[in-house]
Structures are given as structure tokens and as C-alpha cells.
């Protein structure tokens, strides 16, 4: 367990490392989100609650997919085979989650601060909402993460991102918006706690599948 710990905080660090010499990506991503954000509020001129928590939740699955899916897919054959030989595939399948994860987070805190900055801020229970926004893109995140070790294992088919992820990410998706409008319309009840709750067991069962899983794509 020590071992695997390590492992996982070692790489996490090498995932680091690399990201920050190859930062054109994820300042793609950041123009990409801003370019959004301003595109919406030329088109929409007076934004509703409804639509402004559609635009967001939708914004925050499209962003975290481009910055997530192509995890796997990029990894080269040498670099496979050198994580074969210096860890375990529960260490490598939990520091990529971990890694994105927090990229992914980290997206979303900008995103959120220029959405709410452009659009307005139209939240009554801004916690409650905040903690739904972090266990939905952690959810996600080991969602593409997962997909992608797949589609790497079946030949980098990137059409298989979009296929096995949809059913994955559906439950997520329909919990987050149930949640997210009570949190903006202020109806602060006890089942936002339930589907709070509900967002994070659906995260560990889904960190578990993923590590389960990858266990048998790691022998390929």
C-alpha cells in the first residue's frame, strides 16, 4: 500500500512536470473556455435561470472532456512500457484520475469566476452548488479517464470516447442539473444533501470500476 501511494505521488509529480513544459494545451483549453463564455453573452442578451444553469453544466461536461478525453490516446507506446516497468496499474490509473481531477478543478474554478462574471452571478445557495459543481467534474474526470485507458487499449478509437462515456456520465449529468436548480432557486431541503451524498458515492464506485478495470487492460 505504501508502495502504491508512492508510486501514485511520483507520478502525479512526472504528470506535472510534463504539463508545464507542453502548457500550449491547456492554454488552448483556456482560450477555448473564454472564447465560449463571450460568445454567449454577445448571442444571449437577457439569460434566464434555467438556460444560464443549462449553459453552465454544459460548458463545464465540453470543457472537461476536451481537457480529459485524450489522457491515454497521447501516451506513447515507450512511455507505456516504461509504466509497466516502474509501478502498478492501480498506481497508474489513480494518479491519472487524481492528476485530472485537479487540472479539471482547476478549470472550473476560472470558468466558474469568468461565467458568473460575464453572466452574472445567479446563485442563492452558492455552497451547496459549489460542492455539486466539485463531485460532478471529479465524477467526470474519472469518467474520460477510464473511457480513454479503453480506447488506447482498443487502438486509440477516439469514437469510443463519446460511446462508452455517455451512459457513464448520464447518471451524473441528471443528479447535477436536479441539484443544481434547487441550489439556484434556494431550496435548501435536505434532498440536495442526499444528492450531494449520492454525487460522491457515484465517485468512488467509479474510481473503483476504474481501477478494477484497468487492471485487466494493463495485462494487454
Avoid at 54 to 83: C, D, R
Wanted: proline share 3%; charged share 10%; aromatic share 12%.
Amino acid at each position: 500500500m505504501h508502495k502504491t501511494t508512492t508510486s501514485v505521488k511520483n507520478l502525479i509529480k512526472l504528470y506535472i512536470t510534463l504539463e508545464w513544459r507542453q502548457k500550449y494545451a491547456l492554454q488552448g483549453v483556456l482560450v477555448q473556455m473564454f472564447t465560449s463564455v463571450f460568445l454567449i453573452y454577445l448571442s444571449i442578451t437577457t439569460i434566464s435561470l434555467p438556460v444560464w444553469n443549462a449553459l453552465f453544466w454544459l460548458m463545464v461536461l465540453f470543457n472537461t472532456m476536451n481537457t480529459i478525453a485524450k489522457g491515454f490516446l497521447q501516451e506513447s507506446e515507450g512511455k507505456m512500457l516504461y509504466y509497466h516497468s516502474v509501478c502498478k496499474p492501480e498506481a497508474l490509473i489513480l494518479s491519472k484520475i487524481i492528476f485530472n481531477s485537479i487540472v479539471s478543478l482547476l478549470l472550473l474554478i476560472v470558468f466558474s469566476a469568468a461565467y458568473s462574471l460575464v453572466l452574472g452571478f445567479k446563485i442563492q445557495i452558492p455552497l451547496q452548488y459549489l460542492l455539486v459543481a466539485i463531485f460532478f467534474t471529479i465524477g467526470l474526470s474519472t469518467v474520460f479517464t477510464m473511457v480513454s485507458a479503453i480506447a488506447a487499449g482498443a487502438g486509440n478509437n477516439h469514437l469510443l470516447i463519446p460511446v462508452l462515456g455517455l451512459p457513464l456520465m448520464l447518471p451524473l449529468l441528471l443528479i447535477t442539473v436536479k441539484s443544481a436548480k434547487k441550489a439556484m432557486d434556494g431550496i435548501e431541503t435536505n434532498a440536495i444533501y442526499y444528492d450531494i451524498a449520492a454525487l460522491a458515492f457515484m465517485d468512488v464506485m467509479l474510481i473503483y470500476l476504474a481501477v478494477m478495470l484497468y487492471k485487466y487492460l494493463w495485462k494487454n
